[in-house]
């Protein structure tokens, strides 16, 4: 029967030939798809741009549902949609410029590791700490992890007398 060609944009196969490749990769069907699946990794400044600079559709606007759908050159963003984005953008922009919300209450993971950095350190200059003391206290562990429910067994935080060893054990 011969390979088979799978499209993960257009969730399609067809025999796997030159010819058949060809067709379809230049399709109009295939380059629609792909624009789609692409759009939904963009960030919210560039939609908050493109859907400025488009005018209102009519269509959509009088019946609710356009004949051309996400392919359509003009807006299908109501004013709140883009109230809304425009939000989602300010929201985005802070964070990547490293604001903190003051209303957060729990310090965020960077903070905690390098407070936690800050007091190894110290405690390495003074000379009091051991080799072994890679032991996590109660309150040496960030809270946002027992709030995860199902957590992989490489992150679980350790008991607070460590981990049972078993004397009889063989490793390797």
């Known amino acids: ?15 796997d030939n030159m010819h058949n490749r060809k067709k379809h990769l230049f399709g109009v069907q295939h380059q629609r798809a792909k624009k ?6 963009r960030g919210y400044a ?20 356009c004949d051309f759908g996400p392919s359509c050159r003009f807006s299908h963003m109501s004013e709140a ?3 809304n984005l425009r939000r989602k953008m300010q929201d985005e ?4 410029e490293g604001w903190e919300d003051p209303s957060e209450a729990e310090p965020s993971l960077d903070v905690w590791l390098s407070t936690r950095e800050k007091r190894r350190s110290g405690r390495a200059s003074k ?3 051991d080799e072994r003391e890679e032991d996590l206290t109660q309150s040496d562990i960030p809270p946002q992890i027992f709030s995860i429910p199902d957590l992989p ?7 607070p007398g460590g981990w049972k060893m078993d004397s009889n054990a063989k490793w390797g």
């Open 1 to 15: 029967m011969g390979k088979r060609y799978y499209c993960d944009y257009c969730e399609r196969s067809f025999q």
């Open 93 to 96: 922009r802070r964070r990547l």
């Open 46 to 65: 560039d939609i908050l741009k493109d859907e400025q600079a488009k005018k209102p559709c009519r269509k959509f606007l009088q019946r609710g549902i």
């Open 127 to 129: 000379g009091l700490q």
């Open 153 to 159: 067994p490489s992150l679980v935080p350790p008991p």
């Open 81 to 83: 949609e883009m109230f």
């Open 36 to 41: 789609a699946w692409f759009d939904h990794f």
